[in-house]
């Protein structure tokens, strides 16, 4: 619905395949997997595999440099032509490889000035490059907070690197809920629209989910995605013996959050190099290989 919506804001969302629900039967997102590094370790998680905050474990995604991403939004784009949207999530955190992603939203902005930009992190450095975000023109950007007590977030992080001390337990699970919310407030100032993925996790936080939407929609977040849990190989929660979250689990999540039209009800759960529209997987038409070979 885009009833009480600000022009600005409708402007925004309207071409945005993950903003609007009714825009993703039309529009397509791509995403250019150019930041291998990460600055956390989530327990969903696995490193050989893409950043689980957007996407589902047991893909790994090629990793392009700036240029070669330019290039394949370039290739997608004559192609695909609904295609509305960059994205970087991945295969690690953009914000943790901020070189490559910001040259890479750089060079995208040159060669394709009508594609809307966007970018998933996990919001630990976010404080310090909103105004880098500001000034590259991008105005999506979504933060995976999966908990607004550090209580709750101490069962989640295995650990968190900051300014070359590794911290672990709640104290990292503190640092982190700091640097997400400031973050937040910067992003709110800029006037850049923000959309909150959290991953549900049964027995940890999905009691915690209701707190989380109402925190985040307090603070100026457009939009509330619950994203079930799925069990990736190797990850921290396999080894604990948890089990994934159940379509019922996000259901009951989404009931108790009270957020209604702000949430978002149509993910997908991307790859990190996914092409077309939500849920129509194209990535392999464009894999390294094939997009040189089409400039
Ligand atoms: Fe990509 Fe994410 Fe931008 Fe969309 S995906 S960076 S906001 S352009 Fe979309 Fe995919 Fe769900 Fe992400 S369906 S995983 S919410
Ligand atoms: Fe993995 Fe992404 Fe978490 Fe980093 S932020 S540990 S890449 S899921």
Known sequence: ????????????????????????????????????????????????????????????????????????VLAVGSVIRNTTVVGIAGPGDPLANPRQTFRTFELIRQAAPDMKLCLSTNGLALPDHVDTIRELGIDHVTITINAVDPEVGQHIYRYVTWQGKLLRGIEAARLLLERQMEGMRELVKAGILIKVNSVLIPGVNDVHMADISAEVRKRGAFLHNIMPLIIADGSDFQKEGRRAALPEDVAAAQERSGAGDRLMRHCRQCRADAVGLLGEDRSGEFTKEKFRQMS
């Open 1 to 72: 619905s885009v009833e009480g919506l600000s022009e600005s804001i409708i402007e925004k969302v309207k071409r945005h395949p993950c903003y609007s629900e009714e825009a993703h039967h039309f529009f397509a997102r791509m995403h250019v997997a150019v930041a291998p590094a990460c600055n956390i370790q989530c327990k969903y998680c696995n490193r050989k595999y893409d950043c689980m905050n957007e996407s589902r474990p047991g893909v790994t995604s090629e990793l392009l440099t700036p240029e070669e991403a330019t290039q394949k």
